[in-house]
């Protein structure tokens, strides 16, 4: 199993960025998906969870509002849309896969992204 997480990148306050998690090895339809960060100096922090089934959402505080995460099961992929970007978003972004939803814990991990938010 690998879930790869990709679209990170320096960008300026304000902007946008979508990450991706492309998954192999397993079928996300069956799996919540979940995105973490951790910043530098910081703990791993949830940001942003899907559901398997009904696809349903829910967010972290920091997220809300700004944060939008996504699943193409057909792409075997979920994303996360970044807008209104801000520097204390700036962390290495995660997406994890589960069987069981996002507050019992992820079973498979991807490694991370760098997003940096910068002027």
């Known amino acids: 199993v690998q879930l790869q997480a990709s679209g990170g990148g320096l960008v300026q306050p304000g902007d946008s960025l979508r990450l991706s998690c492309v998954a192999s090895?397993?079928?996300?339809?069956?799996?919540?998906i979940g995105w973490f960060r951790q910043a530098p100096g910081k703990e791993r922090e949830g940001v942003a969870c899907i559901s398997s089934s009904y696809s349903t959402t829910s967010y972290k505080d920091p997220a809300k509002g700004r944060f939008t995460i996504s699943r193409d099961n057909a792409k075997n992929t979920v994303y996360l849309q970044m807008n209104g970007l801000k520097p204390e978003d700036t962390a290495v972004y995660y997406c994890a896969a589960s069987r069981t939803p996002c507050v019992y814990g992820m079973t498979y991990w991807g490694k991370g992204t760098l997003v940096t938010v910068s002027s």
């Open positions: 090895g397993l079928t996300l339809d069956y799996y919540a």
